[in-house]
């Protein structure tokens, strides 16, 4: 790809080469590409060294992922910056809540959230942010994914920092996602047309609720034989009387 591509150069910057060289560039629609390369022009950002991306699945809207270095990168930048804060948010055994600085529990300690602080010369008070555990661990089959398993202080740390640099420096990154926020999914399969349901649709169904439905389809299906005045043919029409279980489908 670089003897294709050169030296990058955010001018040159078009459509067929997002499509080409761009991981999920393919995939995307000539709006969402439009939006991706004003993005990058607009802020001088490289995607081919993974400072943006675009993460689509199926038909979905592509989202637009920015790299936590790249927030990193655009409020060193910045004059007025004057550095940034992380931590986490613990429980003890007790039920109290702590505010720990960096990355770091002890195993006795449970983790419910981070926070995030940027400090800037020109604001009085430092832009802070803090976020839930529960809102942002990624489940595989219903458990922390690989990295959330072994690294959950840091993967979350990284969400609270990517939020509170977005948040402090706004201008031309509203809309976009930390690496880190965005939650992995998988295109959902279809089979002879039909979407195979979600885990969530799973878990939430109501057996009982399905049969009462399924019993009255059928029961409105009841006919009995009728004479066709035009043909003056007897139409055998099902009759249905019995009742219907769950052996039924």
């Known amino acids: 790809m ?10 040159k910057l078009n459509m067929t080469t997002v499509k080409q060289y761009l991981k999920g560039g393919g995939q995307a ?14 802020n001088n950002m490289n995607p081919f060294t993974k400072e943006v991306y675009f993460v689509k699945y199926g038909s979905q809207p592509a989202q637009i992922v920015v790299s ?7 409020a060193m930048a910045n004059p007025n910056f004057a550095g940034i804060e992380v931590g986490v948010i613990v429980q003890e055994e007790d039920g109290t809540i702590k505010n720990l600085d960096g990355a770091f529990k002890t ?36 458990r922390p994914n690989k990295m959330w398993n072994s690294k959950p202080c840091t993967m979350l740390t990284k969400v609270a920092e990517s939020q509170a640099l977005r948040m402090t420096f706004p201008d031309g990154l509203s809309g ?7 939650p992995e999914q998988k295109q959902p399969r279809e ?4 979407e195979e349901p979600t885990q969530e649709e799973i878990q939430s169904f109501d057996k009982d609720k399905y049969l009462e439905q399924k019993k009255e389809e059928l029961s409105s299906k009841k006919s009995s034989q009728h004479l066709d005045h035009d043909t003056g043919e007897i139409i055998e029409g099902e009759v249905i009387d019995k009742e219907v279980t769950a052996e039924d489908f």
Not at 2 to 11: K, R
Not at 176 to 182: L, M, N, Q, R, S
Not at 191 to 194: C, E, L, P, R, S
């Open 107 to 142: 195993k006795k300690q449970e983790l419910v959230g981070t926070w995030a602080r940027v400090h800037m010369k020109n604001f009085e008070i430092p832009i802070h942010v803090a976020v839930a555990y529960d809102e942002y661990v990624q489940l595989k089959e219903g």
């Open 176 to 182: 976009t996602y930390g690496e880190e926020e965005y």
């Open 29 to 42: 629609s000539g709006e969402e590409l439009v939006l991706l390369i004003n993005l990058c022009k607009q």
């Open 68 to 74: 936590r270095d790249f927030y990193r990168k655009r």
């Open 191 to 194: 089979v002879n047309g039909v």
């Open 2 to 11: 670089a003897n294709e591509l050169g030296i990058f150069s955010i001018d």
